[in-house]
Structure formats: structure tokens, C-alpha cells
Nanobody, 122 residues
Framework: QVQLVESGGGLVQAGGSLRLSCAAS????????MGWFRQAPGKEREFVAA????????YYADSVKGRFTISRDNAKNSVYLQMNSLRPEDTAVYYC???????????????WGQGTQVTVSS
């Protein structure tokens, strides 16, 4: 059974940092693009960041560029999202996902985790 399990969410004050982790099990995601998405209450799921299997290509939403960093450890079948300078508008459930070919469209991702809540207080 393929599983993506996120961890590292929580409550943080504005300006603070969090590091999200996503551990994959049940299969290796060799060659897959790994992405992070988020969904705030009443809003659609939106792209945050993605990274290619090689790790040498990363992509970010404009809203997080310069504040968030995505990375992966293929030996551990894991992907990470370092979030700095957090803002109240970053509050959302954050999801890890895997795709063979997509980057910023949720419909391109075939595997999803259950999500982890990030709450940023002002």
C-alpha cells in the first residue's frame, strides 16, 4: 500500500519557521516529481512547491518564493518543506503529493498524503 505521510505542522507566530516532512512508503518514487500543496478553509487547493527526482530543479508559487525551500532525500524516500518568515495567510492544511509528469496542477498528482495543519498567528 502506497502511503505519503506528512509531519511537522503546528502553530507558530508570524515570522517564525516550520519544517514539514513527507515520508513515502509502499513504493519508491524514483523519477517522480514531488510537490507540496496547501488548502485553506473555503479555498481551492493551491500549488506551493515542487522538486524533480534529481533534486536540481525546484519550482515555487510566487507567494512563497524566497521564504520556502523544498528538498528531497531519495535514499530516505522523503521530501521536505522548510518554511521561513511565515505569515498568517500561510495558514492551511499542507499536502505532500507525487506525480510522474505534473508540476503545479493538483490533477497531475496521483498520490497524496493526508495533510498536516499549519497555523500562523498574527
Amino acid at each position: 500500500q502506497v502511503q505519503l505521510v506528512e509531519s511537522g505542522g503546528g502553530l507558530v507566530q508570524a515570522g517564525g519557521s516550520l519544517r514539514l516532512s513527507c515520508a513515502a512508503s509502499g513504493r519508491t518514487f524514483s523519477g517522480y516529481i514531488m510537490g507540496w500543496f496547501r488548502q485553506a478553509p473555503g479555498k481551492e487547493r493551491e500549488f506551493v512547491a515542487a522538486i524533480r527526482w534529481s533534486g536540481d530543479s525546484t519550482y515555487y508559487a510566487d507567494s512563497v518564493k524566497g521564504r520556502f525551500t523544498i528538498s528531497r532525500d531519495n535514499a530516505k524516500n522523503s521530501v521536505y518543506l522548510q518554511m521561513n518568515s511565515l505569515r498568517p495567510e500561510d495558514t492551511a492544511v499542507y499536502y505532500c503529493a507525487a506525480s510522474r509528469y505534473g508540476l503545479d496542477s493538483p490533477t497531475a498528482y496521483g498520490y497524496w498524503g493526508q495533510g498536516t495543519q499549519v497555523t500562523v498567528s498574527s
